[in-house]
């Protein structure tokens, strides 16, 4: 029972650091998050409004 709610808990938070990407934050961080902070951390992702694009390059792009 152990390994199923480790094996879960990390799955979720591979989501939510696969989400976190998608709504213009890094991924790295909120993986952390949700392991550490589970159901709130995910909650203050889905809730806090997406970065602005245009503020945050993504990593690699040129700037003109």
Known sequence: MTFL???LWLS???LAGGHAR????HA???FVYTLVGGPIA????VVWP?????????????DA
Not at 22 to 25: A, D, K, L, M, Y
């Open 22 to 25: 998608t709504r213009g934050r």
């Open 42 to 45: 995910i909650y203050l992702l």
């Open 12 to 14: 979720v938070a591979l």
């Open 28 to 30: 790295w961080p909120w």
């Open 5 to 7: 709610f480790v094996t």
């Open 50 to 62: 997406p970065v602005n694009p245009a503020a945050s390059p993504t990593p690699g792009s040129r």
